[in-house]
C-alpha cells in the first residue's frame, strides 16, 4: 500500500508506514484544514505556484496560520519529490489546525500541522480517456459563496463525496453538482466546461466552484488556440444539449464527458481533442 509514498511532516521526512498525525488535531477531527493535490511530472511539480497561492488564499478565508511559509512548503515539495522513486507521481499537501482540546474552538489549537505525501495515482487509461465519462446529475447540492464557499479546498469534502458515491450507485464515473439554484457548479473533483456553437463556458467560481488550476490553465489554452472561452451560467439543459463537455482537474487532467444523465453528448470531440494536445505539450514543457 504505501510502496510508493513519501511523506513529510513538520519539517521531517518520516517513512510512510510511520507517517502519523494526531486524533487530536482539528483537520482530523472537524475537517479543520486545507490541501492541495498536485501533479509532478519529470520530478518537476506542475504549476506549483498557482496550487500554493490557492492554499494561501484558502488559509486566510479560514484565518488558518500557515505552520511553515509558502516558501518553506514549496522546498517541502522539492525535498518529498526528490525523496521519492517516483518521476511522475501526485503530492498532497494539507495543512491541519493542529492539536487542540475537543470541542470546534480553532482557538484551542496553538500550531498547526504541515504534511507533504507524494505518491503514484491511479490514473484512467489512454483509452478509457478517450471513450469518455458517463456522468449523472447528482442530487447533493454544492454549497453558494455565502454558506461555505467552495473556492477553499477544505479538508471537509462530504458533499463531494455524497455525490460521489451517487455516481458509484448508479454505476456512473462521475457525479455534476448544482448550485442551490439549480445551475451548474463543478464535478466532485473536478471542474466543467460545454462547447456550444463553437464556444467554450464553463461556470463561474461563483456559481459554486473551485477556482481550478487546471480550468485556469484550459482558459489559457483556448485563448492561445483562438477558441472564444468565457465563465457563465449553466443549467442541466444546457449539458443535456452541449456539443461537447469537458472535465478538468489536477487529477483527471481533461476527460471528455460522453453522457450526462442518459443524454449522449458527442465525444471525444474536436475542442477537447485540441485542448488536450495543447494541455500535454504545455505539461511537457513546463516540466521538461
Ligand atoms: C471540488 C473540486 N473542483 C475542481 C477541482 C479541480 O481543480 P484543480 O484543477 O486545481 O485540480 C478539484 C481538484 O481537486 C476539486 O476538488
Known amino acids: 500500500m504505501f510502496e510508493y509514498a513519501t511523506c513529510w511532516i513538520d519539517g521531517e521526512l518520516v517513512p510512510a508506514e510511520k507517517a502519523r498525525i494526531s486524533v487530536f488535531d482539528h483537520g482530523f477531527l472537524y475537517g479543520d484544514g486545507i490541501f492541495e493535490g498536485v501533479r509532478f511530472y519529470n520530478r518537476k511539480p506542475f504549476r506549483l505556484s498557482r496550487h500554493l497561492k490557492r492554499l494561501g488564499q484558502s488559509a486566510a478565508a479560514l484565518r488558518l496560520t500557515l505552520p511553515v511559509s509558502l516558501a518553506a512548503l514549496e522546498q517541502a515539495v522539492t525535498q518529498t519529490i526528490a525523496a521519492s522513486a517516483l518521476d511522475d507521481g501526485y503530492l498532497r499537501i494539507l495543512v491541519t489546525r493542529g492539536v487542540g482540546a475537543l470541542g470546534i474552538n480553532p482557538d484551542s489549537c496553538p500550531k498547526g500541522s504541515a504534511i507533504v505525501i507524494a505518491d503514484k495515482l491511479n490514473m484512467i487509461s489512454d483509452e478509457q480517456r478517450l471513450q469518455g465519462a458517463r456522468t449523472l446529475i447528482a442530487a447533493t447540492r454544492r454549497s453558494m459563496p455565502d454558506r461555505l464557499d467552495p473556492r477553499i479546498k477544505?479538508?471537509?469534502?462530504?458533499?463531494?463525496?455524497?455525490?460521489?458515491?451517487?455516481?458509484?450507485?448508479?454505476?456512473?464515473?462521475?457525479?455534476?453538482?448544482?448550485?442551490?439554484?439549480?445551475?451548474?457548479?463543478?464535478?466532485?473533483?473536478?471542474?466543467?466546461?460545454?462547447?456550444?456553437?463553437?464556444?467554450?463556458?464553463?461556470?463561474?467560481?461563483?456559481?459554486?466552484a473551485l477556482s481550478g488550476v487546471t480550468r485556469g490553465t484550459t482558459l489559457e489554452l483556448a485563448r492561445e488556440l483562438g477558441l472564444p472561452a468565457r465563465e457563465g451560467v449553466l443549467t442541466p439543459y444546457d449539458l443535456y444539449?452541449?456539443?461537447?463537455?469537458?472535465?478538468?482537474?489536477?487529477?483527471?487532467?481533461?476527460?471528455?464527458?460522453?453522457?450526462?444523465?442518459?443524454?449522449p453528448i458527442p465525444c471525444p470531440g474536436p475542442v477537447y481533442r485540441q485542448l488536450a494536445a495543447a494541455f500535454s505539450e504545455l505539461v511537457a514543457r513546463e516540466t521538461a
Not at 444539449?241 to 443524454?263: S, Y
Open 154 to 208: 477544505s479538508l471537509n469534502y462530504l458533499n463531494n463525496i455524497l455525490a460521489r458515491m451517487e455516481a458509484n450507485f448508479a454505476g456512473v464515473d462521475e457525479a455534476i453538482l448544482l448550485n442551490e439554484r439549480g445551475c451548474v457548479a463543478e464535478g466532485s473533483a473536478e471542474n466543467l466546461f460545454i462547447v456550444k456553437n463553437g464556444e467554450l463556458i464553463t461556470p463561474a467560481v461563483t456559481e459554486g
Open 241 to 263: 444539449c452541449a456539443d461537447e463537455c469537458i472535465l478538468t482537474g489536477t487529477g483527471a487532467k481533461l476527460i471528455p464527458v460522453r453522457e450526462v444523465d442518459g443524454r
